[in-house]
């Protein structure tokens, strides 16, 4: 009886060991398969940007190219040098790095002090503030693109660098205050009751006890708001044009205005190196991302 | 001179009244502990003093100087936190001589201030950790050190301990008061916990919605509660409160029971009042600590009780009887047994009774 029971249990033990050996080789299947649903397109733009117009007119999407030929990459960047007609990326995407930066920089500090304020020197209706505050990362872009444009006419700085960085500081400031109000929420007010004790003020609180522990929230807001603003063509292309548009209205031009033949893999070339950057922030930054929210700076 | 001084201090949230008329004064080198339940408007009394809130009415006086409107940094205050509020990116030294720092003390002075209060609050090996290497009573221990380097007239304490556990709570308890030993500084220190209070005040201001019930020393505070509030909130079982009624036939004043039909004799009690007793309505108060199983004293009134539960702690055992429908608790070693369902032979010392108007609520 006592064996008989032994011999069942090892029985059950061995078949539920088969049973979760064939989910997991499952589990892995269909992971592998999804990854390579996904990095097909990006293989193809790769594989693509590296062929000669030859190569892509005989072969297949998929068929590896003949050897690694930068030439389409080159004239992505830097164009056939033929004057009048040619456009390419790298004007343009100096353009984007100059209005992405300030504008990441300007949004991300102002939402940090706007959350700053709303949840440790609450003042007389700032929950309406902040309601309003939300109520404009629901607007729609399309609806503000009229009065901005009047606006950026009226401060003469429209068709200009300077113009988008503030289309783009503004209608990120609702996105950044919301994300810092919602961490700055979650820091003990304490610690500012104890540092006006100890003597410091607004700004000397700001910077030298809030700053220096919102490491995590500044990197979800500069991926946040970096990625928005790169990849933004609806403002670029209302509001620049010619030599003042960023790389994503470029890109479109680019690719639109190609002569007689369509050049794939030029065309591949330019978006991936328009894509390129928010790639980069990505990497980078969600590494510190990671160790921002691991390391439990705010924990008391 | 007083050391803290509130004078007839109201405050709103909107329309909420949270302080209303306070009144309180603290003596050079004492300790002020601010009881009561959450809500009561203790943190928030406490805040005030230390300038973190604005007032509505009255006026706050620290060494007789009107600081109503004096920033916080200016008004020779500490405060230490309950959740400690160490500024996080900051190791401990800079933790500890931030406000220094913020008030330009020379850099030795500094220094010289850090050693002598580490040394004492023995952090020194820590200086350079972060707080978040730090554990509970550490810092604890840092937080307060915080407050010590700045030399401050009067220490605030904000419900300091509860983020601790038990064990460590009642060792950090003493070090508080080995602390005010040795220091004498003046100390206002709020919680919701009347073993911290009773052990740690020399006065006790025990409040509920905003106004302060009874400011007394620990001892009075439980002997001679000056409400049913207090003599509710202290003591844990809470004083028994039966109700009932007063008689008066010639030089003799007794208590009955609603629904009872013997009398207890009140002698030697010291009435506020001694008029218009015949018949009033009272609470007749006395701590489960006070009835006991055996006589003890010659005054001790005997009565006859059934025993209706019993809760066994370990070192005592809380015993329910049942007077006339009311629920009368006492505490026993848990040494004697009692049974259940059965009267109970039990003597009340009428010596640490307490007698209440049931309409007014207040001490009679």
């Given at each position: 009886m006592q064996d008989k029971i032994h011999t069942s249990y090892k029985q059950l033990e061995q078949r539920s060991k088969y049973t979760n050996m064939f989910l997991r080789w499952f589990l892995y299947l269909v992971l592998i398969l999804f990854a390579l649903y996904f990095i097909f397109p990006l293989y193809v733009m790769i594989v693509t940007s590296l062929k000669t117009m030859e190569e892509i007119r005989q072969g297949t999407l998929l068929t590896?190219?003949?050897?690694?030929?930068?030439?389409?990459?080159?004239?992505?960047?830097?164009?056939?040098?033929?004057?009048?007609?040619?456009?390419?990326?790298?004007?343009?995407?100096?353009?984007?790095?100059?209005?992405?930066?300030?504008?990441?920089f300007f949004s991300t500090f102002i939402g940090a002090m706007t959350g700053y304020v709303l949840t440790k020197w609450r003042f007389k209706g700032d929950q309406w503030v902040f309601l309003f505050l939300l109520f404009g990362c629901f607007i729609p872009f399309q609806a503000i693109l009229l009065p901005m444009a009047r606006t950026l006419g009226v401060l003469g700085i429209s068709n200009s660098v300077i113009g988008l960085v503030l289309v783009?500081?503004?209608?990120?400031?609702?996105?950044?205050?919301?994300?810092?109000?919602?961490?700055?929420?979650?820091?003990?007010?304490?610690?500012?009751?104890?540092?006006?004790?100890d003597g410091a003020g607004f700004f000397k609180i700001f910077f030298k006890i809030l700053l220096p522990i919102s490491a995590p929230i500044i990197v979800v807001t500069v991926i946040w708001q970096f990625t928005q603003i790169w990849n933004d063509f609806l403002f670029g292309s209302t509001f620049s044009f010619g030599e003042a548009a960023p790389i994503q209205v470029a890109l479109n031009n680019m690719v639109l205005s190609s002569t007689s033949v369509k050049e794939y893999n030029v065309d591949m070339a330019s978006a991936i190196i328009a894509g390129v950057p928010t790639l980069i922030v990505y990497v980078l930054a969600g590494k510190y991302f990671i160790r921002g929210l691991t390391s439990g700076a705010v924990k008391g | 001179m007083k050391t803290l001084k509130i004078d007839e201090l109201s405050k709103n949230f909107g329309t909420t009244e949270v302080l209303r008329k306070i009144n309180l004064e603290i003596d050079e080198g004492n300790f002020l502990v601010l009881l009561g339940p959450s809500g009561c408007g203790k943190s928030t009394l406490l805040n005030i003093i230390a300038g973190l809130e604005t007032i509505n009415e009255g006026n706050v006086y620290i060494d007789d100087y009107n600081v109503s409107k004096v920033e916080p940094k200016d008004r020779n205050i500490a405060m230490v936190f309950q959740s400690y509020a160490l500024y996080p990116s900051m190791n401990v030294r800079e933790n500890m001589i931030f406000g220094l720092k913020q008030a330009k003390v020379s850099k030795e002075k500094i220094e010289e201030q850090l050693l002598k209060v580490s040394k004492f609050l023995q952090v020194d090996a820590l200086l350079e950790r972060k707080p978040s290497q730090l554990s509970g009573g550490?810092?604890?221990?840092?937080?307060?050190?915080?407050?010590?380097?700045?030399?401050?007239?009067?220490?605030?304490?904000?419900?300091?301990?509860s983020n601790l556990d038990a064990k460590l709570r009642v060792e950090m308890r003493r070090e508080i008061k080995k602390l005010h030993q040795q220091l004498k500084t003046t100390v206002v220190y709020v919680t919701h916990d009347q073993t911290e209070a009773m052990s740690l005040g020399t006065n006790i201001a025990i409040m509920n919605h905003g106004v302060i019930q009874q400011n007394d020393t620990p001892e009075n505070i439980y002997n001679k509660p000056s409400n049913t509030f207090v003599a509710d909130f202290i003591g844990s079982p809470s004083m028994n409160l039966i109700k009932g009624n007063l008689k008066q036939s010639s030089n003799q004043i007794s208590f009955v029971a609603n629904g009872s039909n013997f009398e207890i004799p009140i002698n030697g009690y010291d009435f506020k009042e001694k008029?218009?007793?015949?018949?009033?309505?009272?609470?007749?108060?006395?701590?489960?600590?006070?009835?006991?199983?055996?006589?003890?004293?010659?005054?001790?009134?005997?009565?006859?009780?059934?025993?209706?539960?019993?809760?066994?702690?370990?070192?005592?055992?809380?015993?329910?009887?049942?007077?006339?429908?009311?629920?009368?608790?006492?505490?026993?070693?848990?040494?004697?047994?009692?049974?259940?369902?059965?009267?109970?032979?039990?003597?009340?010392?009428?010596?640490?009774?307490?007698?209440?108007?049931?309409?007014?609520?207040?001490?009679i």
């Open positions: 590896w190219p003949s050897g690694l030929n930068f030439d389409s990459w080159a004239v992505a960047w830097g164009g056939r040098g033929y004057g009048a007609g040619d456009t390419f990326l790298k004007p343009y995407f100096w353009n984007s790095i100059k209005m992405v930066v300030p504008a990441v783009h500081t503004v209608y990120g400031i609702p996105f950044t205050t919301l994300f810092f109000r919602n961490y700055y929420i979650s820091v003990p007010t304490e610690l500012v009751k104890a540092a006006r004790i | 550490q810092r604890q221990r840092v937080a307060i050190g915080r407050a010590l380097v700045r030399e401050p007239r009067i220490f605030l304490f904000d419900e300091p301990l008029s218009n007793l015949e018949n009033k309505e009272v609470y007749f108060g006395i701590r489960p600590e006070h009835i006991f199983s055996k006589k003890s004293n010659e005054g001790d009134f005997e009565i006859n009780l059934r025993a209706d539960l019993s809760e066994y702690i370990g070192h005592e055992q809380i015993m329910t009887f049942d007077y006339e429908n009311q629920e009368v608790l006492a505490k026993f070693p848990s040494t004697i047994k009692i049974e259940l369902s059965k009267n109970t032979k039990l003597y009340f010392d009428l010596t640490q009774i307490s007698l209440f108007d049931a309409k007014t609520e207040e001490r």
